[in-house]
Structures are given as C-alpha cells and as structure tokens.
C-alpha cells in the first residue's frame, strides 16, 4: 500500500475513539512544519520525502497527510499519489493562496502562526479574510416580478408566463 493509500485509509477510518489521538499527532506536527516553513519562507524546503520526513521529525504517513493538505496550495502541485520515501519534493508554496486555504481549513491554529507577520503583512492577510469571506458569501438571484418580462424570452409578462405554473 503506497503511504498516499495509507494515509486516505487513517484519515478516513478514524472513530470517535481514535480521533483526539489522531488530531493531537497531526496537528501537532503539522503546526511543527508549518512554522519552520514560515521562519524560514525565503527559502523553498527541497529533499527527499524521507530527508524531509526526518528534518521534521513526522511519521511518514503523517508527513503524506501534510503534503496532501500544502499540495493545493503549492506553484506546482506534486504527484502525492505516486510517492514512496525516496521521492524528490519541492514544496514552492504560494503563501497568499496558502493563508487563504487555511482559512478555508478552518485551521486557526495555523493561520495565527505569528511568523506569518515574517511572511505576509497584516494589511495583506486582512486582505484575504476578506477575499475568503466574499468567496462564502452566497448572492440569491433576484426573483422576477409578477409584471417583468418573462425570462424565457416570450415577449409576456411573467404572471402570464412561466410565472401562471407557480
């Protein structure tokens, strides 16, 4: 089983008995990676999954779920699904669309990592909560009036129209 099956079989056959174990391990790490990255996000991390693996002190399945969340929010997506230990990783992230899929993450825990003040500008990340929350908010399209012109192009009014079957 490659470590991208291993690590959809944990993430989903989790139960409510085994999931704050889970969490704690993931998170913990995760948040451990994600703050070396930002301390040092003038520099892209390259090696290989296992060199990486170590640097990060992460569980290899634990590391593919890590790479599995980052991996949308990277320059050039990697090929997660085809990777063992010797894999060659270049994770050259996208801070901006990174911060923004955090939020969608709902990860606070991330997202108010402070080395982010190293890597955005607070006017910036204020930028993209708001972009995020534009993204959430649903428009209902206007409903046409009993005397509009029917939308399907008729030439009637509306109550006379498609609107008589309501």
């Not at 230990?85 to 955090?102: G, R, V």
């Not at 993450?105 to 930028?127: F, G, H």
């Not at 909560?129 to 993204?135: D, G, L, P, Q």
């Given at each position: 089983m490659s470590l991208y099956e291993q690590w959809q079989d944990l993430i989903n056959n989790q139960t409510d008995d085994s999931f704050a174990e889970f969490w704690e391990k993931y998170s913990s790490t995760e948040t451990k990676i994600y703050t070396d990255i930002l301390e040092n996000h003038q520099h892209t991390p390259v090696g290989t999954f296992q060199e990486l693996k170590e640097k990060y002190e992460a569980?290899?399945?634990?590391?593919?779920?890590?790479?599995?969340?980052?991996?949308?929010?990277?320059?050039?997506?990697?090929?997660?699904?085809?990777?063992?230990?010797?894999?060659?990783?270049?994770?050259?992230?996208?801070?901006?669309?990174?911060?923004?899929?955090?939020?969608?993450?709902?990860?606070?825990?991330?997202?108010?990592?402070?080395?982010?003040?190293?890597?955005?500008?607070?006017?910036?990340?204020?930028?993209?909560?708001?972009?995020?929350?534009?993204?959430?908010?649903?428009v209902k399209e206007k409903e046409p009036g009993r005397n509009d012109p029917c939308s399907c192009g008729s030439g009637k009014k509306y109550k006379k129209c498609c609107g008589a079957a309501k």
């Open positions: 569980d290899p399945v634990i590391f593919m779920g890590f790479l599995d969340g980052i991996n949308t929010s990277l320059k050039n997506p990697l090929p997660i699904e085809e990777y063992d230990e010797t894999a060659a990783i270049q994770l050259d992230i996208d801070f901006e669309t990174l911060f923004f899929n955090m939020l969608g993450a709902e990860a606070d825990y991330l997202y108010s990592i402070p080395a982010w003040d190293q890597v955005l500008p607070l006017e910036k990340r204020e930028e993209i909560v708001r972009e995020f929350k534009k993204s959430k908010t649903v």
